[in-house]
């Protein structure tokens, strides 16, 4: 009896003993996780925002006298050269103020020479005693008026000399015709918008920054420009920064240009700009390692065999990635990138391939 009953206390310690074993190497064993090795690297700092395109070069035709349109030689999407004709106003009025300030204006530059010679005359003769004072006066007098109404009808003639030339209007620059909407013999009054020229073989991308990101920026910065309704991106350059911010949204201006030999960009497209602001080192990993705890961020490190909870802030971000930001960061620390919605801090892991 004494015999089976000291068997069958062995037995219940053995099971204990076994029960205990199982526990301790499940503790041990702790949960599964997967990991990858995180080492600072090179990361180019982007600004992204929106943007609305604009031509480098643009001159908008505007009249000041007005008039009836007489011949146009263009229409909108046509590409014009510089100095070719792109329609040709007829005003009366403009055309009979031109022809009478040129005769004026002739008038007057004879009479003045006419008066001239004789004042030079009369001044020998004065400095020679050989006429009086009253008689060199009147013809200074004379010389001078007439000096003066030449200066003011030459002002007057050339004025109405430009009011009559813009009559024909001639493109400024080598471009393409835009915001042509004129019709033949259509009566048009002064200080009307005839017609736009855009030259769009290089475009300006306009956009804004905060002020967080316009001390990051210089001119040169390369950028890369991703155009709605056009496959393939552009690249160029920061073109100006305006240094005072917009008043309604407190944006700081810049704008990006690019080549466009092609001319497949067109005014107003929109797009997203992105604008590199530097580089520097730092962290970058997936973004599902991120866990979001309370409204913070975190991520999980494997130390010891154990969970480390690391509060992050976010940095750059760029696709799936996203940099993070914190001073306990380290080279070439185990990130767990699997099971780590499942941790807390300070729990046992079990590393697996």
């Known amino acids: 009896m004494k015999k089976l009953l000291g068997i069958l206390i062995s037995l219940i310690l053995i099971g204990c003993g076994n029960g205990n074993a199982k526990q301790n190497s499940k503790e041990k064993l702790g949960k599964n996780i997967k990991v990858s090795e995180v080492k600072p690297e090179l990361i180019t700092r982007l600004n992204i925002s929106s943007g609305v395109t604009e031509p480098l070069n643009e001159v908008k035709v505007v009249t000041k006298t007005g008039g009836t349109v007489k011949r146009i030689n263009f229409k909108n999407g046509d590409k014009v050269k510089k100095g070719q004709i792109i329609l040709v106003l007829e005003d009366q009025e403009v055309q009979s103020a031109y022809l009478k300030a040129q005769a004026t204006y002739v008038s007057n530059k004879a009479d003045f020479e006419i008066k001239r010679k004789n004042y030079e005359k009369f001044k020998q003769l004065y400095d020679k005693n050989l006429i009086s004072e009253d008689e060199y006066l009147t013809k200074k007098t004379g010389y001078l008026q007439s000096e003066s109404d030449l200066k003011s009808s030459e002002a007057t003639y050339l004025s109405a000399k430009k009011d009559f030339e813009d009559l024909v209007v ?58 709605e309704g056009i496959e393939n991106n552009y690249f160029g350059s920061v073109y100006e920064i305006n ?63 154990e969970a480390r909870r690391i509060k992050i802030e976010r940095g750059y971000s760029n696709g799936d990635k996203q940099e993070v930001i914190s001073d306990e960061l380290y080279s070439n620390m185990k990130l767990v990138t699997e099971g780590q919605f499942l941790l807390e801090d300070r729990d046992k892991v079990n590393i697996i391939d």
Request: proline share 3%; charged share 30%.
């Open 243 to 305: 240094p005072v911010a917009n008043k309604d949204n407190k944006k700081y201006q810049i704008k990006v240009e690019i080549e466009n030999p092609e001319e497949k960009i067109k005014k107003g497209m929109y797009s997203k700009v992105l604008v590199e602001t530097g580089k520097q080192n730092g962290y970058l990993v997936p973004k599902n390692a991120i866990v979001i705890k309370e409204l913070y961020s975190y991520i999980f490190v494997v130390e010891n065999d």
């Open 170 to 227: 001639k493109s400024k620059l080598d471009g393409v015709i835009t915001d042509l909407n004129l019709k033949l013999y259509e009566k048009i009054p002064s200080n009307t918008d005839l017609v736009t020229v855009v030259d769009i073989s290089k475009i300006l991308v306009k956009t804004g920054v905060s002020v967080h990101e316009i001390s990051q920026l210089s001119v040169g910065n390369k950028a890369e420009i991703d155009l």
